[in-house]
């Protein structure tokens, strides 16, 4: 009886090791979003930041969703012709949200502060390569322990758990 109960706790942690430790969730597909916003006319064509439209990633955890009012903030005279912006004045005309719909997320359980990284000096890039040159937004990293393990080992940083889980 003892060794059923071994063998079943040596496999549980064996199974919990390959959660942690696998690389995180597939690749997102693209998804569809209510504004075509093309990050590579925004990002590279017109060189702006990544937190003029994000711009909490440098004071929050989160790396918010731009509102219409950001959007706004241009387009109330940038473009206004093009059908994109159409919609995003529909939406100001409305007073309503932007419904962006989610790309890049993380499991509950992983505490993952922009604003810790994005003032460490980790450039956006990092973490979502290829966005510069993306449509919409897309996910081209896959997140996982792995991965973070990786990025923290190679710059010397705490691998310490609860820094990240909580």
């Not at 590279?44 to 909490?56: A, E, G, I, L, P």
């Not at 206004?80 to 993380?106: C, F, H, L, S």
Request: overall charge positive; charged content about 20%.
């Amino acid at each position: 009886m003892a060794r059923r109960h071994l063998d079943t706790a040596i496999s549980l942690a064996c199974l919990a090791l390959t959660f942690f430790l696998s690389p995180g969730a597939a690749f997102a597909e693209t998804v569809p979003q209510p504004i075509a916003f093309s990050h590579k006319n925004h990002v590279t064509v017109y060189k702006m930041n990544c937190r003029f439209c994000h711009s909490s990633a440098n004071k929050s955890q989160y790396a918010n969703l731009p509102s219409v009012e950001k959007c706004m903030m241009c387009h109330r005279s940038i473009a206004t012709d093009r059908p994109e912006v159409k919609k995003i004045a529909q939406y100001w005309n409305g007073k309503k949200p932007i419904p962006w719909n989610k790309v890049i997320d993380v499991p509950n359980h992983v505490y993952f502060p922009h604003n810790k990284m994005v003032n460490a000096g980790i450039p956006c890039l990092t973490c979502h390569p290829g966005m510069d040159q993306a449509g919409t937004a897309v996910q081209n990293l896959e997140f996982g322990m792995g991965m973070c393990m990786e990025c923290h080992r190679e710059k010397k940083v705490t691998i310490d758990c609860w820094k990240c889980h909580y």
